[in-house]
């Protein structure tokens, strides 16, 4: 693996970052890339660098939202183990019972978990 590094002043959020370099890497024919964050930049160690604009990586990296628990929280939530995601559904299924019998509309799980996303922002 080769390394590069890019510079930037915040710790970038590395999912969002990571799903935003493959289109400007995978010009290299490298297959996979290890992405990492070491205090002061981004860290991207692939098999070979032939043809990556380096220019537009750095940009990539630039424009990478920084690290926030919030975006954690968020991701999170769309990778819960079954047993989480089976105790949010309970809870749903409650709810949407309460919203019955005062007449309004159900929740779908979509629906239900972007109310907890949407709380998230304000927390």
């Known amino acids: ?11 970038p959020y590395l999912p969002a970052l990571q799903s935003t370099l493959v289109p400007f890497l995978v010009v290299a024919n490298a297959g ?5 964050w070491d205090g002061t930049q981004a ?7 032939d043809g990556v604009d380096l220019a537009a990586v750095q940009a990539v ?3 990478a ?8 929280a968020k ?3 769309n990778i819960l183990p079954l047993w989480e ?3 949010f559904r309970v809870f749903l299924g409650l709810i949407n019972e309460n919203r019955a019998a005062l007449g309004k509309s159900t929740l779908s799980a979509g629906a239900f978990f ?3 996303k949407t709380k998230i922002d304000t927390l």
Do not use: C, Y
């Not at 860290?43 to 660098?49: F, H, R, T, Y």
């Open 1 to 11: 693996m080769i390394p590069k590094h890019f510079p930037r002043p915040a710790r």
């Open 85 to 87: 995601e089976a105790i």
């Open 32 to 36: 996979s890339f290890h992405l990492a």
């Open 43 to 49: 860290v991207i160690e692939q098999g070979s660098w």
């Open 65 to 72: 939202p920084v690290w926030s628990t919030t975006l954690t």
């Open 61 to 63: 990296v630039d424009a």
């Open 114 to 116: 972007n109310l907890v």
């Open 75 to 77: 991701d999170v939530l």
